[in-house]
């Protein structure tokens, strides 16, 4: 066959072009010939003239002046010029154009073209850039040639269907009926089509789907009949009969199977006889079984087949193809959550895969590897996750040490094995991990008390050794604040003793404070903890007073800020240094997936009670009935092991911003010194019944505030639970209940309960309130109601 | 679905581009970066495919080109390896041992026998000898036109 002279011409004289520059001129000048040739009357060439623009566009040149002869083109009688015209519209028109509206005519007249050849071009060129509009209008005549022509446009009507109905939902309907009959069609392009058409239906239509379900006993038999069939020298490949129509077959089964008892039922054994009987050494054998494999994990079936599919994954994995251990490891990621045993017992090769050479198998291995951990092996997984993090692609880094972060919060065997396997994540990858580690590990050190010697001295010489890690050095700066006089003891029964003298840890804090790799926040840590050391030491207090009031000079608002308010601590305030700068109590966090067994959060409460936010009404378990008949209800009791955000409330003074603090961001840290104490406020008994005395005091705050304290107290010889109270008062008064300090009561007045509640009086209304007690002793509950109408003013 | 299929040079030059999706020229150009940005880097002995935005990237090296296709999440990335394969035993057997050159001069004919086998980011025709014999009975058409065009006339 003749190949376009002309064209071929401009090819070469293009790639004979040395320099970029040269080849923009070639082409200008070709593309002016175009443009001339083109407003030209018709003559032989226009097909070779269309064809140089289209290579011309294919090298990346504007080319949309070719649109319009596209559309000329294609209106020619000429088989030869259509061709060329066709292929232009697909390449030039899309369906943003306006010019692609003009070939909707002539694509509905070559639809109805007697040579097959030109129907087929139309058709393709619908389905390639058809838009919404073309496809409506051209819907009729797709339908009408899917029942009613030869297979070689049948096949290509299916497809042309299938992208219709991918623009036009609602046109599903339309070629139901004609898919249904194409399955009994020989023709495998025919079959084929009409399998894909059929997915695309029942995938966007669940009442389609239910119709199809009939069809599957029809394409099981399809498939029997190319598993089983001979040879067949038009549609074998590597000994497979026509694998492309095995695996549409088999996803189509997957979707009419999916929730499906029955459908389910009627294709297992099909599904294992592909499982066996697939030859799996090369690739074409084994994407069948792949198809196979998700078909059989994703339908109800029979558990045998399913041990069957995972099997299957597992002999993928141990193949030396990285393809196939590619996809195993997709595959068995999706399965994780629900057959995880069966995963579990392919853990070492995964594991193994964490070594591969190729990037995409390490990313799904890691994936992999990290849903895997669970409590049996944590301690196994963990070394290799920390060996794969040492020497893992920097785009896998943030991924792993947020993984290895969440396996060891989950699953840590002991409190120290946690801290060592976040101390060494810090120092391997320290630059890439999220910043509420910081917090988190502080607070997980806080808790653990016993540990404190150990910990500092092992963040100490971390941070003698290297400065770098911004994480790894706040932590340290952090630690050694806190706990500095541990470090200065010397000795510690988990590490080997070694002598720190207070001019060493000094001398380390102004390394970080001086060095130009420590971040602004980590340079705060560094003076915040030499600061806090001036109470754990007793030669150096001077070198700390002189550091700080160099720094009451610094560039760095932030330091200058610090500097400032710790140096006035020193002069103005030195009596109270002592108190500020005591150890931090627990810090308490609100965190989800905490079954570290060893500790035990206990919330230590203040006594200044913390400001629980109860915009939410924390309603207690008593049925909403009996809360209603009450006034104006709004926080009702308390929940005293709900986690509140204590507070470490012995920094009063420092009005410091609480994000670069240690932990600040979930200290929740409250201005304003202790109160200066009133005198003490008239009581008076309210209610007094069964042993349970309740007394009210109040005291007026402001104009129209009040806050009135509650106090219970438990004279029975029993114990008191759950002891709870609900306050109302009328409309117009606002009302805030805070926090109480328990719910307990303990038998013969060893201890009260006292719980503070703040009210606002705007109009000076008479204040009354209902009180309501309820509580459980010996075993049942009680419950009762007292109305206060005067209150003690102070 | 087959979102697109490309084909490029070692050197990053583009030799053939299908798109299956309406995407503007600027989406296009910058598909065509990333495609050729992520595959051409790649050591020889590496996985076939990447992950790229929400789509499946399968290429295959043959020769000088490389043969790269974006696929959705629930298509089958072996069987699209099975796909490229085949395309190219049919570039093979239309022009007799291809090479990259054939593809470059006769880019039209690449692809018009693209369109026998794929349509709307499907398989059209599973068959080889079906693709072929409509490749040769398409050219006799165009011939036969042409012929009959630049027969004198009398």
Request: with cysteine.
């Amino acid at each position: 066959m003749s190949p376009s002279v002309p064209l071929q011409e401009m090819i070469r004289a293009i790639r004979s072009a040395r320099t970029q520059c040269e080849e923009r001129g070639v082409i200008q000048r070709e593309c002016a010939a175009i443009r001339a040739q083109f407003r030209q009357a018709d003559n032989g060439g226009r097909s070779h003239n269309l064809a140089k623009l289209l290579y011309v566009h294919m090298l990346g040149y504007p080319a949309h002046f070719g649109q319009m002869e596209c559309v000329r083109m294609i209106a020619s009688p000429r088989y030869s010029e259509k061709r060329v015209g066709y292929l232009g519209a697909m390449m030039l028109l899309d369906e943003k154009q306006d010019a692609s509206l003009l070939i909707t005519n002539s694509i509905k007249n070559d639809l109805s073209h007697s040579n097959q050849y030109v129907q087929s071009l139309a058709l393709c060129t619908l389905a390639c850039m058809g838009s919404a509009e073309m496809c409506r209008d051209l819907a009729p005549e797709i339908d009408r040639l899917l029942r009613a022509s030869n297979s070689y446009i049948k096949k290509k009507a299916a497809l042309c269907a299938v992208h219709i109905v991918r623009k036009v939902h609602d046109l599903g309907e339309l070629f139901a009926p004609a898919a249904r009959s194409l399955l009994a069609e020989k023709n495998h392009g025919v079959l084929h089509g009409a399998v894909v058409l059929i997915t695309e239906l029942c995938e966007r239509n669940p009442e389609t789907l239910e119709r199809f379900r009939k069809t599957v006993p029809d394409l099981v038999q399809i498939m029997k009949g190319l598993v089983i069939s001979g040879y067949s020298p038009e549609h074998d490949v590597a000994g497979i009969s026509d694998p492309f129509l095995q695996v549409r077959i088999l996803r189509l089964l997957r979707i009419l199977g999916r929730n499906n008892e029955a459908a389910s039922d009627a294709m297992n054994d099909l599904l294992a006889q592909v499982a066996t009987n697939t030859d799996s050494t090369k690739t074409v054998g084994n994407a069948v079984l792949y198809e196979t494999v998700l078909t059989v994990l994703d339908i109800k079936s029979e558990s045998g087949l399913r041990v069957l599919a995972v099997n299957i994954l597992g002999r993928f994995l141990l193949n030396n193809d990285r393809n196939i251990r590619y996809i195993a490891m997709t595959s068995l990621q999706r399965i994780v959550g629900t057959d995880h045993n069966a995963v579990q017992r392919h853990r070492g090769t995964i594991v193994d895969c964490l070594k591969d050479q190729d990037a995409s198998v390490k990313r799904r291995a890691l994936e992999l590897s990290l849903a895997l951990v669970s409590a049996t092996n944590i301690r196994s997984m963990m070394k290799e996750l920390l060996l794969f993090l040492s020497s893992c692609p920097l785009e896998l880094r943030a991924q792993a040490a947020s993984g290895i972060f969440n396996a060891a919060e989950r699953y840590a065997p002991s409190q120290r094995w946690h801290i060592d396997t976040i101390l060494h994540v810090l120092t391997t990858a320290g630059g890439d991990v999220r910043d509420e580690t910081v917090p988190n590990l502080i607070q997980l050190i806080t808790n653990t008390s016993e540990l404190h010697c150990y910990t500092v001295h092992k963040l100490y010489r971390a941070l003698l050794s290297d400065i770098s890690q911004q994480s790894l050095v706040q932590v340290a700066c952090w630690c050694i604040g806190e706990y500095g006089d541990l470090l200065l003891r010397g000795e510690c029964q988990e590490t080997e003793p070694v002598q720190v003298t207070e001019d060493d840890v000094l001398d380390a804090l102004e390394t970080v404070l001086q060095s130009h790799m420590s971040a602004p926040a980590t340079r705060g840590f560094a003076l915040t903890a030499t600061m806090k050391l001036s109470t754990r030491i007793t030669d150096n207090v001077d070198r700390i007073r002189s550091i700080v009031s160099i720094y009451g000079s610094c560039i760095d608002v932030e330091l200058q800020q610090r500097a400032v308010e710790y140096n006035a601590l020193f002069k103005k305030y030195d009596h109270m240094r002592a108190a500020v700068l005591e150890r931090m109590p627990v810090i308490e966090k609100n965190s989800p997936g905490h079954t570290n067994g060893e500790s035990t959060r206990e919330a230590v409460k203040e006594v200044q009670p913390a400001k629980v936010k109860q915009a939410e009404t924390l309603l207690p378990q008593q049925p909403a009935s009996q809360v209603c008949d009450l006034l104006d209800l709004l926080g009702g009791s308390e929940e005293p092991l709900q986690p509140n955000p204590a507070v470490g409330s012995t920094l009063p003074v420092l009005p410091v911003s609480t994000s670069s603090t240690a932990g600040g961001d979930l200290l929740d840290l409250l201005g304003g010194l202790e109160p200066t104490p009133l005198t003490p406020a008239p009581t008076v008994t309210v209610y007094e019944k069964g042993g349970v005395t309740l007394t009210l005091s109040s005291e007026k705050q402001s104009d129209s505030g009040l806050t009135v304290t509650l106090t219970a107290c438990n004279s029975t010889d029993s114990d008191i639970s759950s002891f709870t109270l609900q306050a109302a008062v009328p409309k117009s008064v606002q009302l805030h209940m805070k926090a109480p300090s328990g719910d307990s009561l303990p038998a013969r007045g060893a201890a009260k309960v006292t719980q503070m509640v703040a009210l606002s009086n705007p109009n000076k209304v008479n204040l009354k309130m209902r009180i309501r007690i309820s509580y459980t002793s010996q075993g049942s509950a009680f419950q009762d109601t007292v109305q206060v109408d005067s209150f003690p003013e102070h | 679905m087959i979102r697109f299929l490309l084909l490029f040079s070692r050197q990053g030059k583009l030799r053939l581009q299908k798109w299956f999706t309406p995407l503007t020229d600027r989406e296009k150009k910058k598909v065509i970066r990333d495609m050729t940005m992520l595959v051409l880097p790649r050591p020889p002995r590496s996985s076939n495919f990447v992950q790229w935005r929400d789509l499946k990237i399968v290429y295959k090296r043959y020769a000088s080109l490389y043969f790269c296709a974006g696929l959705e999440q629930h298509d089958n990335e072996l069987l699209a390896l099975e796909v490229l394969h085949r395309y190219v035993e049919l570039l093979d057997k239309y022009f007799g041992n291809v090479c990259e050159l054939d593809i470059i001069f006769n880019f039209e004919k690449a692809y018009f026998i693209l369109d026998e086998f794929l349509m709307g980011g499907e398989i059209l025709e599973t068959s080889k000898l079906a693709v072929g014999a409509t490749m040769e009975e398409a050219d006799t058409l165009q011939e036969t036109m042409e012929e009959y065009m630049s027969k004198p006339a009398y």
